[in-house]
């Protein structure tokens, strides 16, 4: 399993920003999907959730009516928009592949549902 994250960088509060997630090495359309951050000095957060085919996403709070998921089967990809970026949304981020296939997103994705994981990209917020 090989995951890439790509997107982040220095942005102003307010601003958008879309993180993007390249997957290979195993059967994309069979798992969902999820993004994670963490960070300094905190533990990750999972802060969204995306079905493998039916289009079902789930956000924590901190993120919600922010940020949207979203995946491309066709070219492995899941994506990250994040509108009205706040400092509190510095950190890195994280692309995650869980554990089972049969993993579904019905609710804010955990750490112990994944084993595969990027190796980051930084976003950080400030003016």
């Known amino acids: 399993v090989k995951l890439v994250e790509s997107g982040g960088t220095l942005v102003q509060p307010g601003d958008s920003l879309r993180l993007s997630c390249a997957a290979s090495g195993f059967n994309f359309h069979y798992y969902a999907m999820s993004w994670f951050r963490q960070a300094p000095g905190k533990e990750r957060e999972g802060i969204s959730c995306?079905?493998?085919?039916?289009?079902?996403?789930n956000y924590a709070d901190s993120v919600k009516g922010r940020f949207t998921i979203s995946r491309d089967n066709a070219k492995n990809a899941v994506y990250l928009q994040m509108n009205n970026l706040k400092p509190d949304d510095t950190a890195v981020y994280y692309c995650a592949a869980p554990i089972l296939a049969g993993y579904g997103c019905y609710a804010p994705p955990h750490s112990r549902d994944f084993n595969s994981w990027g190796q980051g990209t930084q976003v950080t917020v400030s003016s």
């Open positions: 995306i079905s493998r085919s039916d289009g079902r996403t």
